[in-house]
């Protein structure tokens, strides 16, 4: 009896090895892309577009556009066996109507001015405050309608941290700032909601601090903000049996860094870092270094992030793409394919048969 019940034992191991294997082998790298869907639908302009992203292998697509777009977009994707993602700008609400009536729901910077009144480097900069229990109950209902939509591999995050307390190297000269320090425009969320609370647990007001930019403590705390705000969503959606992705920075240490998004203690179903090396004045082996750090980092699956326009040169966006599978990462999203010269989709269609190779 005990033979028969440890041979049994042994086959169900084995028999879980072998599926394990081929789902490893299955599991093929992705190419996806960034998608603008724009405020109308039009179905002979989505079939075109679907039948390009296919012609280049690309079978997902994170696509901004409403509910209601993206339910008319999925049945079409289906059959070229597309899976589309809801692109959703979650704390990032320029143009917001309903938001813009609650002054109070955004965030506020170390020098006390509202994101609403204003917008650190650019216009379209509008930051809600994962402070405010309003705010946060109307971004999480915000991803409770994209969450409704049938068919949609993920909820896909997007602005999901602070504005950008240090912007990349290449940035800075564009807005004519040499950002050595945290400068107290762009030092988010001094919300009172968020002082009061520090000030509850450790009895001083960050606003007070002469360096706040050296506590750990008040670092930690607006971090946890952000994280609460994301596992509180991923909780509700995996209850309804669906997806939460999001669109993050580099890797986690660096992410902390420059916008207080501590993605590694999110419980993703997978990550797109935006690997944009041009942004930080670094070569394309950055991509691979950016990759390995958040493989590494995190338990979920990383989609490396490429932008386009900084990977002109076929044999750069080649490498970009190779070194991003080499360093761990389970597939590559540009931004955008539909920004693609006609040598850079060239570079697509070589790899097509390289991904189902290696």
């Not at 989609?303 to 970009?320: F, H, M, N, R």
């Not at 999203?333 to 697509?348: R, Y």
Request: one cysteine or more.
């Amino acid at each position: 009896m005990k033979k028969i019940v440890l041979l049994a034992i042994l086959t169900l191991v084995i028999s879980c090895h072998q599926k394990e294997k081929k789902q490893e082998k299955s599991a093929k790298f992705i190419f996806s892309s960034w998608v603008h869907a724009g405020k109308e639908f039009k179905k002979e302009t989505w079939i075109k577009k679907l039948d390009f992203y296919d012609s280049l292998g690309i079978s997902e697509i994170l696509i901004g556009g409403s509910p209601k777009i993206l339910e008319k977009i999925i049945p079409l994707a289906n059959k070229k066996n597309i899976k589309i993602h809801g692109w959703m700008w979650t704390l990032n609400r320029p143009g917001d109507t309903i938001a813009q009536k609650h002054p109070e729901w955004y965030a506020v910077n170390r020098n006390g001015q509202n994101s609403l009144e204003y917008n650190a480097y650019v216009n379209y900069y509008q930051w809600l405050s994962p402070f405010h229990p309003d705010a946060r109950k109307y971004i999480i209902n915000n991803a409770k309608k994209m969450m409704a939509v049938k068919g949609l591999a993920s909820v896909h995050l997007d602005y999901v941290r602070y504005p950008d307390v240090i912007l990349g190297a290449n940035l800075q000269p564009k807005y004519n700032l040499v950002q050595e320090t945290e400068m107290p425009e762009y030092d988010y969320d001094y919300h009172p909601i968020a002082r009061a609370g520090f000030k509850k647990i450790f009895d001083k007001d960050p606003m007070g601090f002469k360096h706040p930019e050296l506590s750990t403590e008040w670092r930690q705390y607006r971090l946890n903000a952000i994280t609460s705000l994301v596992n509180e969503i991923i909780e509700i959606a995996h209850s309804k049996d669906k997806k939460v992705t999001a669109a993050v920075f580099p890797f986690p240490e660096m992410s902390r860094q420059m916008v207080r998004q501590a993605w590694n203690d999110w419980s993703l179903d997978a990550a797109y870092p935006m690997l944009y090396q041009n942004f930080y004045r670094e070569n394309i082996n950055w991509i691979g270094f950016a990759t390995k750090q958040g493989v590494s980092d995190v338990a979920f699956p990383i989609i490396s992030g490429l932008y386009a326009p900084a990977l002109k040169d076929p044999k750069d966006l080649e490498k970009a793409i190779k070194i991003a599978k080499e360093n761990g990462a389970k597939g590559i999203s540009i931004f955008t394919a539909d920004g693609l010269t006609k040598k850079q989709q060239a570079v697509f269609v070589k790899l097509k048969k390289w991904i189902q190779n290696n």
